[in-house]
């Protein structure tokens, strides 16, 4: 059974400092991974999606990598705001499965 | 821009109501999800739907029911509302297809059983 784990759950960075929030999964057989965020009380918004042929994609500042071998992928943001404060999740999709896997999130606060 | 909607962003029921949670989507994707989110219990899956009149169970489907009589359209229906079922429902979105498809949600629904 495919488990996603988020590390650390909680994380409080200076506004301006780089940053990265991991995701690992127990099994390397997925089809994509997809970066969310969500801002408390609200949906979720997509982020980014790395296909598993893909070993990164990137929009604005953020930048999402994936080592599918070993499990992992990182989400990289560049020059962080306060306005990136918020919860940010990954999921995968599993090899014969139509279904997202979550993380339980890892919740960012930037501190201006 | 693909859109997800939800008929409500918060509700308030009794016990042993029966509640309907709308959501619909604009951009014409077969797959449509409910999820309910809970805190330490992160995102669970309710019910999917691969098309029209197609569902299947997630991993929390006891309590719940759906429909999707209309592609745009997926309802997730409460029988009799318990405290437990207090919760954040979320729906979501996705064109058919194993690989490479961004799954979209709505806002989201905060329902309250008192």
């Known amino acids: 059974k495919q488990e996603v784990t988020q590390i650390p759950a909680a994380l409080s960075v200076p506004e301006g400092e780089n940053l990265v929030l991991n995701c690992s999964f127990t099994d390397s057989a997925i089809y994509n991974l997809q970066w969310f965020r969500q801002d408390p009380g609200k949906g979720l918004t997509s982020l980014l999606l790395?296909?598993?042929?893909?070993r990164e994609q990137t929009s604005g500042r953020l930048n999402a990598s994936l080592d599918k071998s070993s499990g992992r992928s990182t989400l990289y943001i560049a020059a962080s705001q306060p306005g990136d404060s918020a919860t940010y999740l990954c999921?995968?999709?599993?090899?014969?499965?139509?279904?997202?896997?979550f993380g339980q999130g890892t919740r960012l606060t930037i501190n201006p | 821009d693909v859109k997800v909607t939800q008929s409500s962003r918060y509700l308030v029921k009794r016990t042993g109501e029966k509640v309907f949670l709308e959501c619909v989507q604009d951009m014409d994707h077969e797959n449509m999800f409910w999820y309910r989110q809970d805190p330490g219990l992160g995102l669970r899956l309710i019910y999917f739907?691969?098309?029209?009149?197609?569902?299947e169970k997630g991993d929390i489907p006891e309590g719940y029911s759906v429909s999707r009589e209309k592609k745009e359209r997926f309802s997730l229906i409460l029988e009799s509302a318990s405290t437990n079922q207090t919760s954040m429902y979320l729906c979501a979105s996705r064109r058919q297809g194993l690989a490479g498809y961004e799954q979209y949600f709505g806002p989201g629904t905060r329902l309250t059983v008192t």
């Open positions: 999921a995968v999709v599993g090899q014969g499965a139509q279904k997202l896997v």
């Open positions: 739907s691969y098309d029209v009149k197609m569902k």
């Open positions: 790395i296909q598993s042929s893909q």
